[in-house]
């Protein structure tokens, strides 16, 4: 497994650097050229990556050795499965805190706390007290929350708001995010092996090097993005810190009143647009499987050997590849339909998990094709987040769309806790010949789950077969000549 992990990882790159150079030759819009002429803009998107991009790193820098942190501590995978479930059950808790706390602490400020939160989060591993180490999964919870929130709330503002560019060009900053993510996520595993194999550091040394990127981050948004809050609070945005505590109390019922008619509103669009019911079906299973997938993959792997960095970023490599992938697809000369590649996309994870069920049989363990099945369910995600983005955002009317996906992470999260709960139960009671089929059993459910998946976007594209909002612009509808 050793040998394999490096071989593919050398495959993999390869393809990726390949796909990337062709998918750039094929997309190059008018809206991108025009922004990157434009210095201003540039200056703005700059602030924001220096920040946001060390806060990825420090997220994807603990990807690789979590699972494998907790068993060098000695603890059970039932256990382990508990430790999961409380960053779970935080994130689906904290999620409404995260779309609030912007609004009463300010923006740039609930930055700051990201990067306080994590770091105390990423401390919390030096310990091998359990109760300490689910405050540690309580506050990751807090700061993931805050992650995939406030620093595109911050840019955002700062980009209509505060600078008035057009909204043409937000999709040109986040395009250029989602490029450097995937590249962040490929060599956090690079880094992460150095320090943790190579140099011998063990595997809370990941923890603790994402602590100085943090701390980077914490002080690229103090002394560089002070300007930006200096403008929120002359123009007079509630999202400024408060000069009167007086005022307090009712601005914060009035937070509160917004926010519950936000929920209300979004969970209105939710039931009357079946379309939109569908779309966060198919979401709500097919990332709570992966959820799933992100507790087992260290198990099922481990016991042979392989280098878990090198597989981390293997995995992330094959992501990277089926994202390019999607915008090769929908590129100018092939124009393949979202909606087709999401199908793709979930027919790919149910083979996967197929696979999964032959390959994790007690006693017979195949872990080359667990490997491959792993990086196949990664390429399907890479085809999946785009595709789905698309969707939703032509079914999700934009001023509903952050309290409607809202409503969407709260299945996908509950589904998750229910699935490591339940194997925290089947490993719990499984007897010395039993250890493995409480795994091979999730794998099964997760395919169960993804023929449910398919089920739904059956039904959707049933529905809106003659659907222009479901379709590339420019392409033509069935009956059309």
Not at 237 to 265: G, V, Y
Not at 272 to 282: E, I, P, Q, Y
Not at 462 to 469: E, F, I, Y
Request: aromatic share 12%; glycine share 8%; with cysteine.
């Amino acid at each position: 497994m050793f040998v394999t992990a490096y071989l593919a990882f050398i495959v993999l790159t390869g393809l990726c650097v390949t796909l990337e150079i062709t998918a750039r030759r094929l997309n190059s819009s008018q809206a991108t050229q025009t922004a990157v002429a434009n210095p201003a803009f540039r200056q703005f998107q700059k602030l924001f990556l220096k920040a946001y991009l060390l806060a990825l790193w420090a997220d994807w820098l603990q990807g690789p050795y979590l699972y494998k942190l907790y068993r060098h501590y000695n603890f059970l995978e039932s256990q382990i499965a508990i430790l999961y479930v409380f960053g779970l059950a935080s994130c689906v808790l904290f999620a409404p805190v995260a779309g609030w706390l912007p609004q009463f602490l300010g923006r740039r400020q609930t930055c700051l706390l990201f990067c306080l939160t994590y770091s105390v989060c990423c401390i919390t591993k030096l310990s091998q007290d359990y109760f300490i180490l689910i405050l540690g999964r309580v506050l990751g919870g807090l700061s993931t929350s805050l992650l995939t929130t406030v620093f595109e709330a911050w840019y955002v503002h700062g980009h209509v708001d505060v600078h008035d560019f057009p909204k043409e060009w937000i999709p040109v900053t986040f395009g250029k995010v989602a490029d450097w993510n995937h590249g962040l996520a490929v060599g956090a595993g690079l880094v992460a092996n150095l320090f943790a194999e190579w140099l011998g550091l063990g595997p809370v040394a990941p923890f603790l090097l994402a602590i100085p990127s943090l701390a980077a981050c914490a002080w690229f948004v103090l002394s560089e993005w002070g300007q930006e809050d200096k403008q929120e609070g002359a123009s007079g945005d509630k999202n400024a810190p408060l000069l009167n505590p007086l005022h307090a109390p009712k601005l914060q019922m009035s937070t509160w009143a917004r926010f519950w008619r936000s929920c209300l509103d979004g969970l209105r669009c939710l039931l009357s647009d079946r379309r939109v019911l569908l779309l966060g079906g198919v979401q709500a299973l097919f990332e709570s499987v992966l959820y799933i997938f992100v507790f087992l993959w260290t198990p099922v792997l481990d016991p042979h050997g392989p280098p878990l960095g090198i597989v981390f970023s293997c995995l992330m490599a094959a992501s990277m590849a089926g994202s390019t992938l999607f915008r090769l697809a929908t590129s100018a000369p092939y124009r393949l339909q979202p909606g087709h590649l999401l199908c793709l996309a979930v027919l790919l994870a149910f083979f996967s998990f197929f696979m999964l069920t032959f390959s994790t049989v007690p006693g017979q363990p195949r872990p080359r094709e667990s490997l491959l099945a792993f990086l196949l369910l990664e390429l399907a995600c890479g085809l999946y987040f785009p595709a789905v983005s698309f969707l939703q955002g032509r079914v999700v009317p934009m001023e509903r769309r952050a309290a409607v996906l809202a409503w969407f992470r709260l299945p996908l999260h509950l589904l998750a806790c229910l699935g490591l709960l339940a194997l925290h139960g089947e490993v719990s009671g499984a007897g010395a010949g039993e250890a493995g089929s409480g795994t091979r059993h999730m794998f099964a459910g997760c395919a169960g789950m993804m023929l449910a998946a398919l089920l739904a976007i059956v039904s959707l594209f049933t529905l809106g077969r003659n659907d222009a909002d479901l379709r590339l612009e420019g392409t033509k509808l069935e009956g059309e000549i």
